[in-house]
């Protein structure tokens, strides 16, 4: 019974977690084919999390500076531009993460798994302490946007140190033309996924290759080191982010499609919102 309302609650973060493991799991050929359909279906989960998010500090400004009946809230709410804005960079954090996630290890999927009862309990923990202080129709918004931020710090981490467990390829001695030749995967026959796959692939194992040539053959052992972090760190950083903005979309998405944006009922919000205390 139990497991019944936990997937009736979550179920569609399960669904969002479990397409995306399918598709990259998937062979070259499906994988290619469907490159587009998921990447649309993961820019708009992105999306909706991002716009609820910025919808709510468009509102929290304009209910400080403008007056209820002024025209320059219909002007400034947010329109297309504002979409416009969040799809570009929605869809760009989502084909990083697709990217990296068929490049990425069998072995740090079992992260990224972790990351979704984690972020459901942080997310519920959070509910229920501010549920006295925010109004509630905006808790769910509000505890979103919160805890966005600490979990994708906290899954980048967990990337990063799971990336130095990992074992890499022995590129010392080797020029980057003939590292990039030797290791670099075969994109043939993926077409638009194939070429995004080698480019990712080329610009991990250029990073690998300055790292481990920076002492033996160009005597800059701490600022490449200090680079090639700082690059592992971004890029671990952006998929990360992306992937718990995809789940937070989803999240977002379903509660947009079961809870009116006005109650017209009569009865309080706080009585219609059951998610808070979830």
Sequence with gaps: MRGRRLLHRHGHLFLAVLVLLAWSLASNDWAGVLFLPVWV?????????????ARLRRRAWLGQYLRDDSPWRRWLQGGALMVLRHQLVGALLALVLLVDLRL?????????LAALPLLVVARNGLRRRLSRHVVAEHLPAVTRRLVT??????????LVLAALWLP??????????EAIARHLPGGEGR???????RLAASAELTRQWAMQNAVERFH??????MLGWLVLLLTQGAVAWAYVRLL????????????????????????????TRA
Excluded: K, M, Y
């Excluded at 800059?220 to 080191?225: D, F, G, Q, W």
């Design 168 to 177: 890499q390829p022995w590129l010392i001695g080797l020029g980057w033309e």
């Design 191 to 197: 077409a638009l996924l194939g070429f995004f796959e």
């Design 220 to 225: 800059l052992a701490t600022p490449v080191a």
């Design 104 to 112: 990425l290890p069998l072995s740090e999927w079992p992260l990224l």
């Design 149 to 158: 931020l600490p979990a994708a710090v906290l899954l980048a981490l967990a």
């Design 41 to 53: 279906l993961a820019t708009q989960l992105i999306v909706a999390g991002s716009l609820e998010a």
């Design 248 to 275: 937070v979309g989803a999240e977002a998405l379903r509660r947009e499609g079961r809870s009116p944006h006005t109650v017209t009922t009569g009865e309080p919000a706080a009585a219609n919102d059951r998610e």
